[in-house]
C-alpha cells in the first residue's frame, strides 16, 4: 500500500494569479525601436496635416478672391449693359428736347404730334435692340406670371379669366419678365 506521490518540479502558483515575463534587453531594444518609428511616423502625419491645413487655407483664400473678383466683373458687365442702353436712349432724350424746344417756339399741335409719333417710335427701335418685347396682348387667358389683373368685368362675350383689356403695357426682358401688363379680366356675369 504504499503510493507513490509524484511531486512537481516546481510550486504551483497561486490560483488567478499571473507573472508577467521579465523583459529581457531584446523585448527593450525591440520597443525602443518600435517607439522610435512610432514617433517618427507621427511626426510624419503632423507635417501632413499642417501641410493639408495650409493647402485648406490656401484654397478658401483662392475661393474668396475668386468670388470677389466674380462680383466686380458682374459690376463691370452691369455698368457696360446700362452703358449700351443710355447710349440707345440719349437720341431719344434728345428727340424729346428738340420736341419741347419746338412746342416752345410755337410748333402746330399737327407738327409736335408728328415729332412725338417719331419719338416713340425711335424709343420702341432702342427696345427692341435691348431685346424688351411688350405685352400688351388681349384675348389670351389671364397669365398671373405676365399680368397683373387691376379691373374684372361680367362678360359673355369672352371665358371667364381672359383678357379684356391692357390698361398699361407690361414688358419682357429676353425670357424675363421685368413689369407685368396691368389688365382687365373678364369673369362670368
Known amino acids: 500500500m504504499n503510493e507513490e506521490i509524484e511531486i512537481p518540479a516546481t510550486q504551483p502558483e497561486a490560483e488567478g494569479l499571473e507573472t508577467e515575463p521579465v523583459p529581457t534587453?531584446?523585448?527593450?531594444?525591440?520597443?525602443?525601436a518600435r517607439l522610435e518609428e512610432l514617433?517618427?511616423?507621427?511626426?510624419?502625419i503632423q507635417e501632413l496635416c499642417e501641410a493639408l491645413?495650409?493647402?485648406n487655407l490656401r484654397l478658401r483664400a483662392d475661393t474668396q478672391n475668386m468670388r470677389k473678383r466674380h462680383l466686380q466683373e458682374m459690376d463691370r458687365f452691369r455698368?457696360?449693359?446700362?452703358?449700351?442702353?443710355?447710349?440707345?436712349?440719349?437720341?431719344?432724350?434728345?428727340?424729346?428736347e428738340r420736341a419741347v424746344v419746338s412746342g416752345e417756339s410755337g410748333a402746330s399741335v399737327e407738327t409736335m404730334l408728328d415729332?412725338?409719333?417719331?419719338v416713340e417710335k425711335q424709343m420702341r427701335g432702342a427696345l427692341d435692340?435691348?431685346?424688351v418685347?411688350?405685352?400688351?396682348?388681349?384675348?389670351?387667358?389671364?397669365?398671373?406670371?405676365?399680368?397683373?389683373a387691376v379691373l374684372t368685368i361680367p362678360s359673355d362675350e369672352h371665358p371667364e379669366d381672359t383678357?379684356?383689356?391692357?390698361?398699361?403695357?407690361?414688358?419682357?426682358?429676353?425670357?424675363?419678365?421685368?413689369?407685368?401688363?396691368k389688365v382687365q379680366v373678364s369673369k362670368l356675369p
Open 53 to 55: 491645413k495650409n493647402e
Open 133 to 148: 418685347v411688350a405685352i400688351a396682348e388681349t384675348g389670351v387667358p389671364f397669365d398671373p406670371d405676365q399680368h397683373d
Open 39 to 44: 514617433e517618427s511616423e507621427c511626426a510624419q
Open 79 to 96: 455698368v457696360l449693359a446700362n452703358e449700351r442702353l443710355v447710349l440707345q436712349l440719349l437720341p431719344v432724350l434728345d428727340s424729346f
Open 163 to 181: 383678357v379684356v383689356k391692357i390698361l398699361e403695357t407690361g414688358y419682357r426682358l429676353a425670357d424675363k419678365v421685368i413689369r407685368p401688363a
Open 25 to 32: 534587453s531584446e523585448d527593450v531594444d525591440f520597443a525602443a
Open 115 to 118: 415729332g412725338l409719333r417719331a
Open 129 to 131: 435692340e435691348a431685346k
